[in-house]
Protein backbone atom coordinates (compact mmCIF):
# COMPACT_ATOMS: atom_id res chain seq x y z
CA UNK A 1 0.00 0.00 0.00
CA UNK A 2 1.47 3.22 -0.65
CA UNK A 3 1.63 6.28 1.10
CA UNK A 4 -1.32 8.44 -0.82
CA UNK A 5 -3.41 5.13 -0.28
CA UNK A 6 -2.54 5.26 3.61
CA UNK A 7 -3.56 9.12 3.91
CA UNK A 8 -6.91 8.75 2.39
CA UNK A 9 -7.75 5.85 4.93
CA UNK A 10 -6.91 8.68 7.64
CA UNK A 11 -9.02 11.39 5.81
CA UNK A 12 -11.79 8.95 5.50
CA UNK A 13 -11.94 7.91 8.85
CA UNK A 14 -14.48 8.90 11.10
CA UNK A 15 -11.81 9.51 13.84
CA UNK A 16 -10.35 12.46 11.31
CA UNK A 17 -13.34 13.80 10.40
CA UNK A 18 -14.35 15.13 14.51
CA UNK A 19 -11.01 16.19 15.40
CA UNK A 20 -10.59 19.77 15.58
CA UNK A 21 -9.27 22.20 12.47
CA UNK A 22 -6.59 23.10 14.41
CA UNK A 23 -5.33 19.22 15.24
CA UNK A 24 -6.35 18.57 11.73
CA UNK A 25 -3.97 21.22 10.19
CA UNK A 26 -1.04 20.18 12.61
CA UNK A 27 -1.99 16.59 11.58
CA UNK A 28 -1.27 18.14 7.58
CA UNK A 29 1.72 19.30 8.40
CA UNK A 30 3.16 16.64 10.19
CA UNK A 31 2.18 14.24 7.12
CA UNK A 32 3.86 16.94 4.79
CA UNK A 33 6.70 16.49 6.66
CA UNK A 34 7.06 12.78 6.35
CA UNK A 35 6.38 13.05 2.91
CA UNK A 36 9.06 15.13 2.01
CA UNK A 37 10.95 12.78 0.24
CA UNK A 38 8.02 11.75 -2.38
CA UNK A 39 6.54 15.30 -2.66
CA UNK A 40 9.98 16.34 -4.00
CA UNK A 41 9.70 13.43 -6.69
CA UNK A 42 6.23 14.22 -7.52
CA UNK A 43 7.13 17.77 -8.30
CA UNK A 44 9.47 19.60 -10.63
CA UNK A 45 12.07 19.83 -8.59
CA UNK A 46 14.08 16.69 -9.57
CA UNK A 47 14.69 17.76 -12.92
CA UNK A 48 15.21 21.47 -12.06
CA UNK A 49 18.06 20.22 -9.51
CA UNK A 50 19.67 17.89 -11.97
CA UNK A 51 20.01 19.77 -14.82
CA UNK A 52 21.53 22.75 -12.33
CA UNK A 53 23.77 20.13 -10.88
CA UNK A 54 24.67 19.54 -14.71
CA UNK A 55 25.08 23.28 -15.34
CA UNK A 56 28.01 23.42 -12.46
CA UNK A 57 29.59 20.38 -13.56
CA UNK A 58 29.96 21.76 -17.30
CA UNK A 59 31.40 24.97 -16.21
CA UNK A 60 34.08 22.69 -14.26
CA UNK A 61 33.53 25.05 -11.34
CA UNK A 62 33.58 22.28 -9.02
CA UNK A 63 31.59 23.54 -5.62
CA UNK A 64 30.70 26.76 -7.18
CA UNK A 65 28.11 27.83 -6.77
CA UNK A 66 27.72 25.93 -3.66
CA UNK A 67 25.02 23.18 -3.02
CA UNK A 68 22.75 25.35 -1.12
CA UNK A 69 22.46 27.76 -3.36
CA UNK A 70 21.81 25.47 -6.30
CA UNK A 71 19.25 23.91 -4.17
CA UNK A 72 17.11 26.92 -2.95
CA UNK A 73 17.03 27.82 -6.55
CA UNK A 74 16.03 24.43 -7.86
CA UNK A 75 13.55 24.86 -4.78
CA UNK A 76 12.18 28.84 -5.98
CA UNK A 77 11.94 27.35 -9.48
CA UNK A 78 9.81 24.44 -8.19
CA UNK A 79 7.56 26.63 -6.51
CA UNK A 80 7.21 28.79 -10.07
CA UNK A 81 6.52 25.69 -12.26
CA UNK A 82 4.13 24.35 -9.86
CA UNK A 83 2.10 27.60 -8.89
CA UNK A 84 -0.60 26.67 -11.23
CA UNK A 85 -0.87 23.49 -9.66
CA UNK A 86 -0.11 24.50 -6.17
CA UNK A 87 -3.23 27.85 -6.89
CA UNK A 88 -5.65 24.93 -7.96
CA UNK A 89 -5.33 22.67 -4.89
CA UNK A 90 -5.16 26.17 -2.85
CA UNK A 91 -8.68 27.49 -4.78
CA UNK A 92 -10.36 24.10 -4.84
CA UNK A 93 -8.92 22.26 -1.49
CA UNK A 94 -7.80 24.07 0.92
CA UNK A 95 -9.73 26.94 1.29
CA UNK A 96 -12.94 24.71 1.32
CA UNK A 97 -11.75 22.14 3.90
CA UNK A 98 -10.58 25.03 6.30
CA UNK A 99 -13.69 26.61 5.80
CA UNK A 100 -16.04 23.61 6.38
CA UNK A 101 -17.52 23.56 2.37
CA UNK A 102 -16.37 19.95 1.82
CA UNK A 103 -14.32 17.15 4.25
CA UNK A 104 -11.18 15.78 4.33
CA UNK A 105 -12.12 13.37 1.65
CA UNK A 106 -13.26 15.48 -0.68
CA UNK A 107 -10.39 17.93 -0.57
CA UNK A 108 -7.88 14.82 -0.64
CA UNK A 109 -9.50 14.13 -3.77
CA UNK A 110 -9.32 17.21 -5.21
CA UNK A 111 -5.57 17.97 -4.04
CA UNK A 112 -4.70 13.97 -5.53
CA UNK A 113 -6.31 14.95 -8.62
CA UNK A 114 -4.59 18.24 -9.66
CA UNK A 115 -1.26 16.76 -8.80
CA UNK A 116 -1.85 13.81 -10.81
CA UNK A 117 -2.86 15.89 -14.18
CA UNK A 118 0.15 17.67 -13.82
CA UNK A 119 2.78 14.50 -13.16
CA UNK A 120 0.78 12.75 -16.09
CA UNK A 121 1.68 15.00 -18.66
CA UNK A 122 5.41 14.84 -17.85
CA UNK A 123 5.32 11.00 -18.11
CA UNK A 124 6.27 9.64 -21.23
CA UNK A 125 3.79 6.49 -22.14
CA UNK A 126 6.47 3.88 -22.27
CA UNK A 127 7.45 4.43 -18.90
CA UNK A 128 4.00 3.63 -17.58
CA UNK A 129 3.09 0.67 -20.04
CA UNK A 130 6.71 -0.19 -18.40
CA UNK A 131 5.69 -0.16 -14.68
CA UNK A 132 1.96 -1.12 -15.42
CA UNK A 133 3.14 -3.99 -16.99
CA UNK A 134 5.22 -5.10 -13.78
CA UNK A 135 2.57 -4.37 -10.94
CA UNK A 136 0.48 -6.39 -13.38
CA UNK A 137 -2.24 -3.28 -14.41
CA UNK A 138 -4.25 -3.99 -16.71
CA UNK A 139 -7.34 -1.27 -16.18
CA UNK A 140 -5.55 1.45 -17.91
CA UNK A 141 -7.91 3.00 -20.23
CA UNK A 142 -7.48 6.60 -19.98
CA UNK A 143 -4.46 8.67 -18.53
CA UNK A 144 -6.71 9.58 -15.83
CA UNK A 145 -6.95 5.82 -15.04
CA UNK A 146 -3.47 5.69 -14.07
CA UNK A 147 -2.64 4.86 -10.27
CA UNK A 148 -0.30 6.37 -8.40
CA UNK A 149 1.56 3.77 -7.59
CA UNK A 150 2.20 3.07 -11.48
CA UNK A 151 2.53 6.79 -12.34
CA UNK A 152 5.08 8.46 -9.73
CA UNK A 153 8.13 5.43 -10.50
CA UNK A 154 7.29 6.21 -14.44
CA UNK A 155 6.78 9.92 -13.80
CA UNK A 156 10.40 10.24 -11.88
CA UNK A 157 11.93 7.84 -14.54
CA UNK A 158 10.60 10.04 -17.22
CA UNK A 159 11.99 12.85 -15.57
CA UNK A 160 15.27 12.11 -14.91
CA UNK A 161 15.63 10.84 -19.43
CA UNK A 162 14.47 14.78 -19.85
CA UNK A 163 16.92 16.14 -17.11
CA UNK A 164 19.66 14.11 -18.89
CA UNK A 165 19.28 14.83 -22.12
CA UNK A 166 19.06 18.66 -21.36
CA UNK A 167 22.26 17.66 -19.51
CA UNK A 168 23.72 16.57 -22.27
CA UNK A 169 22.60 19.22 -24.78
CA UNK A 170 24.27 21.84 -21.89
CA UNK A 171 27.20 19.77 -22.45
CA UNK A 172 28.08 19.91 -25.83
CA UNK A 173 29.14 23.75 -25.94
CA UNK A 174 31.49 23.38 -22.94
CA UNK A 175 32.91 20.14 -24.70
CA UNK A 176 33.72 22.02 -27.71
CA UNK A 177 35.77 24.70 -25.39
CA UNK A 178 37.77 22.22 -23.85
CA UNK A 179 39.01 20.48 -27.34
CA UNK A 180 39.99 23.71 -28.55
CA UNK A 181 42.35 24.17 -25.55
CA UNK A 182 43.53 21.52 -25.64
CA UNK A 183 44.41 21.72 -29.50
CA UNK A 184 46.31 24.65 -28.83
CA UNK A 185 48.01 23.61 -26.15
CA UNK A 186 49.39 20.57 -27.97
CA UNK A 187 50.33 22.87 -30.81
CA UNK A 188 51.66 25.14 -28.35
CA UNK A 189 54.03 21.97 -27.21
CA UNK A 190 52.16 23.26 -23.53
CA UNK A 191 50.98 19.13 -23.04
CA UNK A 192 51.96 19.24 -19.42
CA UNK A 193 49.37 22.26 -18.69
CA UNK A 194 45.84 20.88 -17.69
CA UNK A 195 43.59 22.02 -20.31
CA UNK A 196 40.69 22.94 -17.68
CA UNK A 197 42.90 25.49 -15.95
CA UNK A 198 42.91 27.67 -19.00
CA UNK A 199 39.45 26.25 -20.61
CA UNK A 200 37.10 27.17 -17.23
CA UNK A 201 37.37 30.68 -17.64
CA UNK A 202 36.77 30.92 -20.85
CA UNK A 203 33.63 29.25 -19.96
CA UNK A 204 32.54 31.44 -17.70
CA UNK A 205 32.68 34.11 -19.73
CA UNK A 206 30.73 32.50 -21.94
CA UNK A 207 28.19 31.24 -19.90
CA UNK A 208 28.22 35.02 -19.03
CA UNK A 209 28.24 36.69 -22.40
CA UNK A 210 24.68 34.76 -23.41
CA UNK A 211 23.30 35.19 -19.50
CA UNK A 212 23.41 31.55 -18.92
CA UNK A 213 21.33 31.46 -15.56
CA UNK A 214 18.35 33.28 -17.43
CA UNK A 215 18.63 31.40 -20.29
CA UNK A 216 18.74 27.89 -18.08
CA UNK A 217 15.98 29.39 -16.24
CA UNK A 218 13.69 29.97 -19.10
CA UNK A 219 14.19 26.63 -20.72
CA UNK A 220 13.68 24.61 -17.55
CA UNK A 221 10.28 26.79 -17.10
CA UNK A 222 9.22 26.42 -20.84
CA UNK A 223 9.57 22.45 -20.55
CA UNK A 224 7.31 21.50 -18.57
CA UNK A 225 4.46 23.40 -20.67
Known sequence: MDSAETVQQVL?????????PQIKVALFLGAMTLMSAALVTMTAFTRIVIVLSFVRRALSTQEIPPTQVVLGLSMFLTLFVMGPTVTRIEQDAVRPYLSNVIDGQVAWRISRAALHDFMIRQTRKADIALFAKMASVTRIQTPADTPFPVLIPAY?????????????CLYIPFILIDLVVSVILMSLGMMMMPPMVISTPFKILLFVMVDGWQLISKVLGQSFH
Do not use: C
Open 156 to 168: VISELKTAFIMGF
Open 12 to 20: ESDGFQTLS
